[in-house]
Structures are given as C-alpha cells and as structure tokens.
C-alpha cells in the first residue's frame, strides 16, 4: 500500500482541528434561535455557568525517559464553560475548557489544552430517543486517558508518546434508540474518532464505526442481546482497516439482584496492505450481584484465541471484573482486568495487545466541603509479535505500577481548592522504555453560579 498523499493528510488534519468547535457555533447557534421554545432569556442564562481554573503542575521527568530526565514546572490557565438543562423530552449537558500551558523552563513547549464534552437528547416520542455524545481533547501528556464506556474510572491508554507533543482527539457519537417493551430495544450506534498529532513517530488516524444492536427479553427471567459492528480505519501511513465484530448474549436474572449471563465474542480484523490480518474468537460466561444497595460486583470470564493469517496463534484467559462499594461518605473500586485489547486508533497504533491491569481507589468525604483519595494501580503489557509481524516492531513487554492521592477543598461555594500527588514507573524489557515520574498538582478554580 502507498502511503497517502500530503493532500490527503491534510485534509484530514483540518477535519480533526475544526470540526469540533463548528459544531460547537452550531449549537449555540440552535440554542438562541429555541429560546421562545424553552424558555426567556433570563432562564436560559442561569443555565450558563463559566469558571476559570489556574494549575501548577510539577514533573520531575516531563517527557517519562529513562535517562536525561527533564524535570519542569507548568502553569496552566483554564477558562471554561458548564451549561446543562433537562426538560421532560430533551437534555443537555456541556462541559469546555481551553489551558494556555506555560512551560517554567521548556518554553518551546508553550501550548493551548483543550477539553470537552457534551451530552445531549430527545425524545421523538416515549419510545424512540435520539442522543449525541462527544468529547475532545488536546493535550500534550504522554500517556493518553482512556475515556471509552467500558474504560475502569482513572486508567489510561496502554499506547503513549515518547515525549511531550500536543495531539488532538475528537470522538462523536450519535445514536438512535426505539423501545418496543418494558426491557426491549433496538439501536443504532455509530462513532467517529479522529486523531491527529504533531509526533513525527506517531501518526494521525480515523476511525468511522456503526453498530446496530438488539435487546430482548423473552420474560421477566431470560433475555439476549445481538451486536454487529462494522469499523472502517484510515491511517496516515499504516495500511488502512476493515473490521467486523459480533457479538451474542444470553442472560438469565434468578432476582432483581442476580443475574448470569453467556457471552461469545468473534472479532474479523483485515487490512488493506502488508499486514497480517487476523481473526479472534472469545467464548465467556459471567455474574452480576448487587451484595446490598451500596455494594455491586461485576465478573466475566472466558478465554480468547487470536488467529492470525500468518505466525502463530495466541490464546490466553480474558476476565473483567468490577467491584463498587458506596457508602454515603466513602468509595470504594477495585478492578482487574486481563486478555486482550486493540488500538489502532493512538499514538503507537499497536494493534492487538495482551494485556493485564488491576486497580484499586478509595474516595472518602470527612467533611461536607472536604474530599480525599487514594489510588494504586498495576498494568502489565505485551505486543504480540506474532500478529504485528510486518510491523518490524519488537515485541515489548511494560511492567507499569502507579500511587497516588488527592484531596479537594471547597473553601466559599464558588471556589475550591485541590491536591494530587503521583509516582508512577514502568519496568520495561527495553531500556529506553523504563521511566520514573514524580508528580503534583494544585489547583484553584472560581465558579460564577
């Protein structure tokens, strides 16, 4: 496959760089034009809520190298804007903000953050909704956060930069959903995630995927569910991709507090240039409990065998596990989670990766306007040599462990103020992959309610 032209790339940069904040000017500009509909002016005002948040922050390895570290601090300026309302039929809830970063010594790295997000709804009729979510960001951290449904709170992406570049993510997804019972729907799901980075190492990507699926119960005990996926992949310079996954589940709920359930996974993976196309099949079974109204748990476990058209195949136990207690002042999540996971869609563009993580958060609330927390993790990578064969990358394996706590003050109801604190490193069986980080933050943030 050749690689795409300049033409082409940069049509696709300019997509990624102004797409989302068109559709920013687009809703605002709906929202004034319905303002007879919702309500006068003075009401839809008080729905505005801007704030602005100044952030030091403190590494004592910014680009996570293994030697010459480069330890800096950086000032960070937050404006943003908060709006949200909920109506019988419709809803919406927004949240942007853009840092100007300033960098104490690496002034070269001066750059403008970006995050957002957005969540909106309506109701055609009671039974057939119509939803939007999206979010963006702009960063320039190594290590990306995972922000995807299933994604356990405070991890992220397995694949990372290797040293401080700005990049640019922007996911949209619109849905359609029609209830025809209590318990049954069909959906349709669809999802376009673009990346772009200014990495010379990495490259920019788009990922269109649609995903129908139905949901049905045949009694108050038994029900199934069918998903099919379709992704369509282009990258900058990788051989482009098209992926088909199905996905069928039977569960049986002995009470409105247990439930089984029986999954089977298959995943088709095929690429359109020298990369070995590969296929997965992954059979599970699985429980969710609710112990008491504060404490729920969530275990699946199967097994998975990735079977490439090339190489050997891979197989290995998959499980997820999910454990959730909240009490009316404390938090309390543990995780594991193991087997496999694919992204094509970031900075390294890895692909198929064995995987393995646990993690562990306490959030406590001592007094009304105090918070605090305490989070530990381990994750254990390994690209999988055998499928990324063509890729002419060697296979590594990252040992990754992390600690840290924070705590937050709401000192007057319109400002507050909080502390993280963080050591994270990474034993990797390539040199030039370990690292060692330090790091805190503070921040102050003023609200206009």
């Known amino acids: 496959m050749q690689p795409k032209g300049e033409e082409e790339i ?15 000017a ?29 952030r030091e922050d403190y590494s004592n390895n910014i680009n996570l190298t293994a030697t010459n570290k480069k330890s800096d601090f950086i000032t960070v300026v937050s404006p943003g804007l908060k709006f949200s309302t909920s109506e019988k039929t419709y809803g919406m809830d927004m949240d942007f903000n853009a840092g100007f970063n300033i960098y104490a010594k690496e002034e070269d790295k001066n750059y403008i953050s970006l995050l957002g997000n957005l969540n909106t709804w309506y109701a055609l009729t009671p039974r057939l909704m119509f939803r939007v979510r999206e979010y963006i960001i ?55 995630n673009l990346y772009n980075t200014q990495s010379r190492t990495s490259e920019d990507s788009m990922e269109n ?45 002995f ?46 476990v199967g097994y998975y065998w990735a079977d490439p058209n090339k190489g050997s195949s891979v197989n290995a136990p998959f499980y997820d596990i999910l454990i959730t207690q909240r009490a009316q002042r404390t938090t309390y999540t543990l995780g594991f989670q193991g087997g496999y ?33 305490l989070f530990s993790s381990f994750e254990w990578s390994k690209n999988v040599n055998a499928i990324n064969l063509l890729t002419g990358r060697v296979t590594e394996i990252d040992r990754i462990w992390s600690i840290g706590g924070n705590a937050g003050y709401q000192l007057l109801k319109w400002l507050t103020l909080s502390l993280d604190l963080s050591y994270r490193e990474n034993f990797s069986n390539i040199n030039t992959a370990d690292y060692s980080e330090y790091r805190g933050m503070f921040s102050i943030t003023a609200t206009y309610n």
């Open 10 to 24: 940069r049509e696709m940069k300019i997509r990624q760089e102004t797409g989302w904040l068109f559709r920013v």
């Open 26 to 54: 687009l809703f605002f500009l709906l929202l004034s034009s319905s303002s007879a509909v919702w309500a006068d002016s003075e009401d839809i005002l008080s729905k505005f809520h801007p704030y602005i948040t100044v």
């Open 138 to 192: 702009r960063s320039d951290e190594v290590y990306e956060p995972d922000y995807s449904a299933t994604a356990i709170p405070g991890t992220n992406l397995i694949q990372r930069e290797f040293r401080r570049t700005p990049y640019i993510r922007n996911v949209v997804e619109p849905s359609v959903e029609y209830r025809f019972g209590v318990q049954n729907a069909i959906s349709i799901n669809y999802q376009n």
């Open 209 to 253: 995927f649609i995903s129908p699926k139905l949901t049905y119960w045949f009694d108050i005990r038994n029900g199934i569910s069918l998903e099919y996926g379709l992704t369509l992949g282009n990258f900058q310079r990788s051989p482009d991709l098209v992926g088909n996954m199905a996905v069928g589940r039977y569960t049986h709920r």
């Open 255 to 300: 009470n409105p507090k247990t439930s089984i359930f029986a999954e089977y996974t298959q995943l088709w993976r095929n690429f359109q240039g020298p990369r070995i196309d590969y296929n997965v099949y992954r059979p599970s079974i699985g429980i969710e409990h609710a112990f008491t109204p504060t404490l729920s748990s969530k275990v699946q």
């Open 341 to 373: 996971t694919e992204n094509f869609f970031t900075a390294e563009n890895r692909g198929f990766t064995q995987y393995h993580r646990a993690l562990g958060r306490i959030n406590h609330e001592p007094l009304k306007r105090v918070n605090v927390g």
